[in-house]
Nanobody, 111 residues
Framework: QVQLVESGGGLVQPGGSLRLSCAASGRVFSFNAINWSRQGPGKQREFVAGISTGGSTSYADSVKDRFTISRDNDRNTVYLQMNSLKPEDTAVYYC?????WGQGTQVTVSS
């Protein structure tokens, strides 16, 4: 059974940092790119970042130079390091691969 489980969300002040984790079942992790998307209040879901099995990365322009995606092959986990957070980064963040999605983790950036 394919599983993607996110963790690490929370409340942070503007300018702060958070690291999200996505634990993936082995079959998904080993053979597919893993991605992060987010959906803010009243907004459509949007792509944030992705990482291939070989480690190539891609980012939305809105998060480039602030967010970093990485993968730990020993732990079957993908991370999203988020720095210099802004109120507009407030959203539910989802980890996904192909047709499989996690349940999401809430990130709130507010003073």
């Amino acid at each position: 059974q394919v599983q993607l489980v996110e963790s690490g969300g929370g409340l942070v002040q503007p300018g702060g940092s958070l690291r999200l984790s996505c634990a993936a079942s082995g079959r998904v992790f080993s053979f597919n790119a893993i991605n992060w998307s987010r959906q803010g209040p009243g907004k459509q879901r949007e792509f944030v970042a992705g990482i291939s099995t070989g480690g190539s990365t891609s980012y939305a322009d809105s998060v480039k130079d602030r967010f970093t995606i990485s993968r730990d092959n020993d732990r079957n986990t993908v991370y999203l390091q988020m720095n210099s957070l802004k109120p507009e980064d407030t959203a539910v963040y989802y980890c996904w691969s192909r047709d499989y999605w996690g349940q999401g983790t809430q990130v709130t950036v507010s003073s």
